[in-house]
């Protein structure tokens, strides 16, 4: 076959081929390779488009034809029911005043609305969960009860495996792959006697402070439409701001519940990653495993208060028929001391007020103010932190972008289409090293010393460089430890993020706003967002040393934040999350009379800063 088809190129004469032969066959053959890998590549992104939109229209289909029933509006005791804490809904449920179903039904209503509005949901299993709630009921009746959390509904991210259920990641490759097994902590949970009701929408890949995708569409704030709940675990986010869950569940490995519990007005904790089974999580990508082992993912809750949130670090970190540490050999057996986490003892709290990177915006200020206030009137000490940690954040960059040019995303992505809100980080990434040398060189020549520094430092690094950056991250983890050592401080204060919830796209050009919350997965601190109050009239501006860029974009983005929440961040040394928890209930019982939780209406999810 290969002497006939030199015989044809050659013009039918039989003889040995010549370098131009040679030359035309090896055109024909690499222009018909790139075509082919084009048609293969645009065929792979066809199918997997044509998949997501299947099983969107899946579940709307299941929406119409299951759940037509589910209507939050015809419930008495729907607005009822969805303003109670988690320890409310189980004192009720136990006092006999309300039922699990009761319960359940509310919250499948409530959830099916938020679907549909706000784009909160993934997969839902509202048939599934009152069923579940019924038999719950019917256990209570006759005196046997799983947990504390019996028949209690809970939300979970979609990354998180549960038995029967695709754990996409905002991945259209990983729909129609229903898992055949749950996470250890779910596990746990459903033991205690939860009932897992709804899937929560994430972002393409978990990696910007915005929840979007091809299979379930762009999350909305319930606060305004117009911006995003945060990410990745966005959608427990607006799920639980909007009475749509009483407790979810999500993960963080750059700010991923600190972000939405921020941008939504709601907790969120994340503990010490080491201490927390990452069994049954997704990774986004090939073979749910990556190489990055710099920064840890970890799994936590989402919930309307502090105490709510401990529940889940009590179950998951205590003995009982299923031990976390008995199913996942990785995790050290350190069960949870409570006598720490609801201690009365007064802490010494240290405030940082800016990390040197990005400033915050005035808003969270006055919420660092409010908060200092309360918690020196009921007793305890607070000092400003003093310590250069503008570092920390361009280390970040470096870190989760060492690999270069977004390799394990396009991995993961197996074939689907980069969504267009990594458009400008992809640009960054795929910049070749001589340009980069050159835009980080000018950016420096004009003065604009952060630009500089973020684009020449997010790059790809060899392995040597790569330990350089780590090196030099632990050396300022370590000094900063032995600060808070010498001063004697307890907890650490800061804003939850630097802006407000961000409008929709802005995430690309605006997470770095985030870096208050890169800072205490970088040093592996346990961390939890508090709500303290809401952007106020003359707080919608923004004000940095820095002109540049960065500061460009959150000058537009401020403008019309006026009404939306307002959250501290508390964090502490790592695998001291009792008292990080500690410390966060002092923070919310500071604020207690600045912060209100926003009213629940029967008409709409939507939900506003109360009069």
């Given at each position: 076959l290969k002497?006939?088809?030199?015989?044809?190129?050659?013009?039918?004469?039989?003889?040995m081929?010549?370098?131009k032969?040679t030359g035309?066959?090896?055109?024909?053959?690499?222009?018909t390779?790139?075509?082919?890998?084009?048609?293969?590549?645009g065929?792979?992104?066809?199918y997997?488009?044509?998949?997501?939109?299947?099983?969107?229209?899946e579940?709307?289909?299941?929406?119409?034809?299951q759940y037509?029933?589910?209507?939050?509006k015809?419930l008495p005791?729907g607005?009822?029911i969805?303003?109670?804490t988690?320890e409310?809904?189980?004192r009720?449920m136990?006092?006999?005043?309300?039922?699990?179903?009761e319960v359940?039904?509310?919250?499948?209503?409530?959830?099916?609305?938020?679907?549909?509005v706000?784009?909160t949901?993934a997969?839902?299993c509202?048939?599934?969960a009152i069923?579940e709630a019924?038999?719950?009921?019917?256990?209570?009746?006759?005196?046997?009860l799983?947990?504390f959390?019996?028949g209690?509904?809970i939300?979970?991210?979609?990354?998180?495996h549960m038995?029967g259920?695709?754990s996409?990641?905002?991945?259209?490759?990983?729909?129609?792959?229903p898992?055949?097994y749950?996470?250890?902590?779910?596990?746990?949970?459903?033991d205690?006697g939860?009932?897992p009701f709804?899937?929560?929408n994430?972002?393409?890949?978990l990696?910007?402070p915005?929840?979007?995708n091809?299979?379930?569409?762009?999350?909305?704030n319930?606060?305004d439409?117009?911006?995003?709940?945060?990410?990745s675990?966005?959608?427990e986010?607006?799920?639980v701001?909007c009475?749509?869950?009483?407790l979810?569940?999500?993960?963080?490995?750059?700010g991923?519940?600190?972000?939405?519990?921020?941008?939504?007005?709601?907790?969120?904790?994340?503990?010490t990653?080491?201490?927390?089974?990452a069994h049954g999580?997704?990774?986004?990508?090939?073979?749910?495993a990556?190489g990055?082992?710099a920064v840890?993912?970890?799994?936590?809750?989402?919930?309307?208060?502090?105490?709510?949130v401990?529940l889940?670090?009590?179950?998951?970190?205590?003995?009982?028929?299923?031990t976390?540490?008995?199913?996942?050999?990785?995790?050290p057996k350190?069960v949870?001391?409570?006598?720490?986490s609801?201690?009365?003892?007064?802490?010494r709290?240290?405030?940082?007020?800016?990390d040197g990177?990005f400033?915050?915006?005035?808003?969270?200020?006055r919420?660092l103010?409010?908060?200092?206030?309360?918690?020196?009137?009921?007793?305890?000490?607070?000092?400003?932190?003093?310590f250069?940690?503008?570092r920390?954040?361009?280390l970040?960059?470096?870190?989760?972008s060492?690999?270069?040019?977004?390799?394990g995303?396009?991995?993961?992505l197996d074939?689907?289409?980069l969504?267009?809100?990594y458009?400008f980080?992809?640009?960054?990434?795929?910049?070749p090293?001589?340009?980069r040398?050159?835009?980080?060189?000018?950016y420096?020549?004009?003065?604009?010393?952060?630009?500089?520094?973020?684009v020449g430092?997010?790059?790809?690094y060899?392995?040597?460089?790569?330990?350089?950056?780590?090196?030099?991250?632990?050396?300022?983890?370590?000094a900063?430890l032995?600060y808070?050592?010498?001063?004697?401080?307890?907890?650490v204060?800061c804003?939850?993020?630097?802006?407000?919830?961000?409008?929709?796209?802005?995430?690309?050009k605006?997470?770095?706003?985030?870096?208050?919350?890169?800072?205490?997965?970088?040093f592996?601190?346990?961390?939890?967002s508090?709500?303290?109050t809401?952007v106020?009239?003359?707080e919608?501006?923004?004000?940095?040393?820095f002109?540049?860029?960065l500061?460009h974009?959150a000058k537009?983005d401020i403008?019309?934040?006026?009404?939306?929440?307002?959250?501290?961040q508390i964090?502490t040394?790592p695998?001291?999350d009792e008292?990080?928890?500690?410390a966060?209930?002092?923070?919310?019982a500071?604020?207690?009379s600045?912060?209100?939780?926003?009213?629940?209406s029967?008409?709409?999810v939507l939900?506003?800063?109360?009069e």
């Amino acid at each position: 076959l290969k002497l006939q088809f030199l015989y044809f190129i050659g013009g039918g004469e039989k003889k040995m081929p010549t370098v131009k032969t040679t030359g035309r066959v090896l055109a024909v053959s690499v222009l018909t390779y790139v075509m082919w890998k084009m048609c293969e590549r645009g065929n792979r992104r066809s199918y997997l488009k044509k998949q997501a939109m299947k099983k969107r229209a899946e579940r709307d289909q299941k929406r119409t034809e299951q759940y037509g029933d589910l209507d939050f509006k015809s419930l008495p005791r729907g607005a009822e029911i969805i303003s109670m804490t988690v320890e409310e809904l189980v004192r009720s449920m136990d006092e006999g005043t309300l039922t699990s179903e009761e319960v359940v039904t509310a919250y499948c209503a409530r959830a099916k609305e938020a679907g549909e509005v706000l784009n909160t949901n993934a997969e839902e299993c509202f048939i599934e969960a009152i069923k579940e709630a019924q038999l719950c009921d019917a256990e209570r009746k006759d005196g046997t009860l799983r947990g504390f959390l019996h028949g209690v509904p809970i939300s979970i991210k979609d990354q998180i495996h549960m038995e029967g259920y695709d754990s996409t990641c905002g991945l259209a490759a990983r729909v129609f792959k229903p898992l055949s097994y749950t996470s250890v902590l779910v596990t746990i949970l459903k033991d205690a006697g939860a009932i897992p009701f709804v899937r929560s929408n994430v972002p393409q890949c978990l990696m910007l402070p915005e929840s979007f995708n091809a299979i379930w569409g762009t999350a909305c704030n319930p606060f305004d439409v117009s911006r995003t709940p945060g990410g990745s675990s966005g959608g427990e986010g607006a799920l639980v701001a909007c009475g749509a869950s009483p407790l979810g569940i999500g993960t963080d490995i750059g700010g991923s519940i600190r972000i939405p519990a921020g941008f939504c007005g709601v907790v969120g904790f994340k503990p010490t990653s080491q201490r927390i089974s990452a069994h049954g999580m997704g990774v986004p990508r090939p073979n749910d495993a990556s190489g990055q082992n710099a920064v840890f993912s970890c799994a936590g809750p989402l919930a309307k208060t502090v105490d709510d949130v401990e529940l889940v670090m009590r179950l998951w970190c205590s003995e009982g028929k299923t031990t976390m540490w008995k199913r996942d050999p990785l995790v050290p057996k350190m069960v949870w001391d409570s006598t720490e986490s609801k201690s009365t003892r007064k802490l010494r709290f240290g405030v940082l007020r800016d990390d040197g990177f990005f400033t915050a915006a005035p808003a969270y200020n006055r919420a660092l103010n409010l908060a200092t206030e309360g918690l020196k009137k009921n007793g305890h000490e607070v000092v400003e932190i003093d310590f250069d940690l503008h570092r920390h954040a361009l280390l970040f960059v470096a870190e989760m972008s060492s690999e270069g040019k977004m390799r394990g995303f396009l991995d993961g992505l197996d074939g689907e289409m980069l969504h267009e809100n990594y458009s400008f980080l992809k640009k960054m990434a795929d910049m070749p090293p001589l340009v980069r040398w050159l835009v980080s060189s000018v950016y420096g020549l004009i003065g604009k010393t952060r630009m500089q520094h973020i684009v020449g430092e997010a790059g790809e690094y060899s392995v040597y460089g790569f330990w350089e950056l780590i090196k030099e991250r632990d050396l300022l983890k370590k000094a900063f430890l032995a600060y808070l050592m010498k001063e004697g401080i307890d907890a650490v204060l800061c804003p939850g993020v630097g802006m407000s919830a961000l409008k929709h796209g802005m995430s690309t050009k605006l997470s770095l706003s985030c870096s208050y919350a890169y800072l205490w997965n970088n040093f592996h601190f346990p961390a939890g967002s508090v709500p303290v109050t809401y952007v106020s009239s003359g707080e919608n501006v923004y004000e940095s040393a820095f002109q540049d860029p960065l500061t460009h974009d959150a000058k537009k983005d401020i403008k019309g934040a006026v009404g939306l929440p307002v959250n501290v961040q508390i964090a502490t040394a790592p695998f001291t999350d009792e008292l990080c928890l500690k410390a966060m209930r002092d923070v919310e019982a500071a604020v207690s009379s600045s912060w209100r939780r926003p009213n629940f209406s029967h008409e709409t999810v939507l939900v506003s800063k109360p009069e």
